[in-house]
């Protein structure tokens, strides 16, 4: 049986893993978990990258690592957990999917417009090297690294993810026409790579604009490439345009380890409720089993849940209020009761 390694996480991370866990077991998915120590708790013990030396150990061994949100420390000098993990691992493509979901209503779904949007997010570079300082008191400088290495192996990837998904479209998200020589040299190497694709409708949009288009037609995108920062925020605007964050799964793809986890943070505000929603961090898992080539198990899990979620069956997280919403286990049990069921 093939093992992977899962770390829970924070706030509601132990809750929603726990579900998803709890799915996986009820479909028999042949999968062994090693659970291994990364997260707040572990920084608090004194590993200051949040994890054990053999926890990285496991990883590395297995080199799928399926994870829930993790906190980031407070305080000047630490470093975000989740970040450390795409550095170390050199994860440098996170891809979010963000897809109409039938019983999810939005204002898009209720107006009969498809979503189907895969963000493609650099996730090494940019501003997160977390280079930052001050140089006089009142004065603070952040250094953004963009290398055409680093921009070339996410730009390929998400080519060649848009060729096997068969894009209608990929299209480079940037503000080259102000950070003329960084996001520059990012399209740079996108209109490069394009040429390489003569198959697939490559385009250019300035982030902005990009942002007020998918607000107003979301159905004309299909892969979008940003730099990281740009990336982050653009995957919460897309979020929002299927659900909210409940329902946006996302993969951190490496030459050697991946890494699938939510979109979503630690949800501080809901935690220990057990009302958080554990569709995106599903979802991730669904993709995961893909991603082995556990087909079978993930187009059974998938079929229940978007049965269950077209039965009308929701954690509060959104929707009609006056529909009653079940809790984390109320909605992980309905999806098990719904095995064999077609969506
Ligand atoms: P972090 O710093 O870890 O990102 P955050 O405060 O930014 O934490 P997020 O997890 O990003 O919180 O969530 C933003 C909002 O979306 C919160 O109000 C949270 O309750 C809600 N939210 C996020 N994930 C879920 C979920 N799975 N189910 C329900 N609500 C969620
Ligand atoms: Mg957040």
Redesign the pocket.
């Known amino acids: 049986m093939r093992r992977i390694a899962v770390a829970k996480g ?3 991370g132990p809750e ?1 893993m726990d579900a998803v866990l709890k799915i996986f077991y009820e479909a028999k998915v042949p999968l062994e978990y090693v659970t291994v120590d990364i997260g707040k708790w572990v920084f608090d013990k004194g590993f200051n990258t949040g994890m054990t030396p053999e926890a990285r150990q496991t990883i590395e061994t297995l080199g799928i690592l399926f994870k829930g ?4 420390p407070k305080g000047k000098g630490v470093k975000s957990i989740n970040v450390t993990a795409r550095k170390t691992w050199n994860t440098y493509a996170n891809t979010r999917t963000f897809q109409t979901l039938h019983g999810v209503d939005t204002v898009f779904s209720k107006a009969g417009i498809p979503i189907d949007i895969t963000v493609v997010r650099e996730n090494i570079e940019d501003t997160y090297g977390g280079i930052e300082h001050m140089i006089t008191n009142d004065v603070a400088i952040s250094r953004r690294i963009i290398t055409r290495p680093g921009s070339m192996q996410v730009i390929k990837y998400a080519f060649e993810m848009a060729r096997k998904k068969k894009a209608r479209r990929i299209t480079c998200a940037h503000k080259a026409n102000i950070m003329k020589i960084t996001d520059g040299l990012f399209l740079e190497v996108f209109q490069e790579v394009a040429k390489d694709y003569p198959d697939l409708k490559a385009d250019d949009v300035i982030v902005d604009d990009l942002c007020m288009k998918l607000v107003t037609k979301p159905d004309t995108f299909d892969v979008i490439v940003l730099t990281n920062l740009q990336g982050d925020i653009v995957s ?1 605007l897309c979020a929002g345009l299927i659900g ?3 329902f946006a799964p996302s993969a951190n793809i490496g030459d050697h380890i991946c890494i699938f986890e ?1 979109v ?7 935690a220990g409720k057990n ?7 599903l979802l991730s898992g669904i993709g995961m089993l893909r991603h082995l080539g556990l087909m079978e198990s993930a187009t059974m899990i998938e079929n229940a849940l978007l049965y269950t979620l077209e039965q009308g069956v929701h ?3 959104f929707g009609n209020k006056s529909i009653s919403a079940v809790n984390t286990t109320q909605f992980a049990e309905a999806i098990t009761s719904n095995f064999g069921k077609q969506p």
């Not at 949100?69 to 980031?72: D, I, K, L, R, S």
């Open positions: 924070d706030g509601i929603i949100p993790m906190e980031t919460d909210g964050l409940g939510a979503h943070g630690t949800a501080p505000d809901i009302i958080a929603n554990p569709t995106a961090l954690t509060g997280d």
